[in-house]
């Protein structure tokens, strides 16, 4: 969707000071076998009271490719926990000389969510041997698939937790149990399994295109739990869906995917996914211009959390409608030594568009919402000088759906390379969206809220910076928003959370290997 990809920032932890530790490994014993380990920490502090973030991720994968046999299987576990302050609690605070982590703000809480998954997928393939000419000289026999059969198994659960030592009674509107902690758990464990049949495009040399069908079974688990065990609860669901999807990946001017999908059992009986993207290129001059089209059409049923939820702050037992959508668009690149230029268009519209109220309560906008968006790269490129530049048009018909007008980015550096070893690169890059009235962050929910009172945007975040590169060792220093030191204090991304004010940052980042 056109919305989901804009570059301003809605909201979220600001930093002081991260600390981060990445780890990466893999093993290939042979063409056949491959196996790694990933891990991935990040603490940021904050610059404001009550502000810290902790993210941990890390996956166990491994891979076997055969000549009829494949499987790819990995275990992912990916955990935030996010102190909630609710904000600043005055918006002039920041004209104010009192320090950033001194000032008052509403709330004293912490958000925690955990995602953990693993999955299982694996193929056979039917087909034939095809001699294929290397050189002059000498031909090879190729093993070319016909048919693959695959099943894929994935178990995933994905958790949320509040927590309040003492229950704030203030900051939310309404507070159910106000005698001991809040702590509030919701969480949803998917079971799928999926069969797919493909008949493969390289089998077929004059005609090449591939064919897929398949079906999906999903079991559902969802589950809550207040402190005082009054309230705790799971219900089972279950769905059921076929889709199929012609392809063609190969070739070289025209490629093409075009597919949809039904759920035929369950509570999402009837929502359907129908899409399609053709891409084409061609030679103009001494470059290629590849253009995109790209369309959807979606029935989408409401996520079960948005019809059922309870908590201590918040409770609904909704029974909205499905959400439908039709989406079309189109993309131009044109990538030459000097220039590149990216050009994406596309409009949407939404019948029966759900979203969260200024109360903080899910909400179902009856009729139509209609969104335009237009985002366009143009980066220059010389011997050592380069400029980027990213502009994006949205547009808007409701205010249940805010986005700011206009989003820019523009970024101007020197680079070089000295010594034939240390590459060089400092400049300085802007960020800017026009004002609009942002949504308000919701902690004891982590969702967005729509308001009318408070306008946030009309702020050229500027930043200056310089990266060397010598070998295996990358290493930075940067002056962060140091517009701030000249222009007026309205750095705000969302109404109560501002930015970082003018911060001096330098990292390390070196990779042990050859």
């Not at 519209?349 to 919402?369: A, E, K, L, R, W």
């Not at 000249?486 to 003018?502: C, E």
Request: proline content about 4%.
């Amino acid at each position: 969707v056109p919305y989901s990809n804009i570059t301003y920032r809605t909201g979220g932890t600001t930093y002081r000071e991260e600390d981060w530790i990445n780890f990466i490994f893999t093993a290939n014993a042979n063409k056949k076998f491959n196996a790694g380990i990933t891990l991935d920490y990040l603490d940021a502090r904050g610059e404001y009271d009550n502000q810290e973030a902790r993210r941990f991720a890390g996956s166990l994968f491994g891979s076997y490719n055969g000549r009829n046999y494949s499987a790819h299987a990995a275990v992912m576990l990916n955990t935030l926990s996010n102190f909630e302050n609710g904000g600043l609690a005055d918006p002039d605070a920041l004209n104010s000389p009192v320090e950033t982590e001194d000032m008052a703000v509403n709330l004293d809480a912490m958000s925690g969510y955990r995602y953990i998954a693993g999955f299982y997928d694996h193929k056979y393939s039917l087909g034939i041997e095809r001699e294929t000419k290397i050189n002059e000289d000498s031909i090879a026999k190729v093993f070319v698939p016909v048919t693959t059969f695959g099943h894929t198994l994935q178990i995933d659960q994905a958790c949320k937790r509040y927590v309040e030592q003492q229950p704030d009674t203030n900051f939310y509107d309404f507070t159910y149990v106000d005698s001991i902690p809040v702590n509030d758990t919701a969480n949803v464990l998917n079971i799928r399994n999926t069969v797919s049949v493909t008949f493969e495009e390289e089998f077929n040399k004059w005609l090449k295109f591939g064919a897929t069908v398949y079906a999906e079974n999903e079991v559902q688990r969802f589950a809550y739990a207040l402190p005082d065990d009054t309230l705790t609860g799971h219900e089972w669901k279950s769905n059921t869906k076929v889709g199929g999807v012609l392809s063609k990946n190969r070739g070289k001017y025209v490629r093409y995917a075009f597919g949809g999908d039904i759920y035929l059992q369950g509570y999402k009986l009837g929502e359907f996914n129908v899409h399609g993207n053709l891409l084409g290129e061609f030679r103009l001059g001494k470059d290629t211009m590849a253009i995109t089209a790209s369309a959807y059409v979606r029935n989408e049923e409401p996520d079960y959390f948005l019809q059922h939820y309870t908590s201590n702050h918040f409770r609904w037992d909704n029974d909205f409608r499905k959400t439908y959508k039709t989406y079309i668009g189109g993309r131009l690149q044109y990538p030459t030594r000097f220039i590149q230029a990216d050009l994406k268009v596309g409009v949407e519209n939404v019948t029966n568009y759900i979203y969260f109220g200024s109360d903080g309560m899910p909400v179902q906008h009856d009729g139509n919402i209609q969104v335009i968006a237009a985002d366009m790269k143009l980066n220059f490129r010389t011997r050592h000088f380069a400029l980027e530049n990213n502009v994006i048009y949205q547009y808007t018909s409701s205010d249940v759906l805010p986005l700011p007008m206009v989003s820019l980015y523009h970024n101007l550096y020197y680079y070089d390379k000295y010594f034939k070893v240390l590459s060089v690169q400092f400049g300085v890059d802007m960020s800017y969206h026009t004002s609009y009235y942002a949504p308000l962050y919701m902690p004891a929910t982590g969702q967005f809220c729509v308001q009318n009172e408070t306008k946030v945007g009309n702020y050229p975040l500027l930043s200056a910076y310089l990266n060397f590169h010598l070998k295996q060792v990358r290493f930075f220093v940067s002056y962060y928003n140091f517009s701030s030191l000249f222009l007026s204090k309205t750095y705000y991304s969302m109404p109560g959370y501002p930015l970082n004010p003018a911060i001096f940052k330098m990292g390390v980042s070196w990779n042990f290997y050859n």
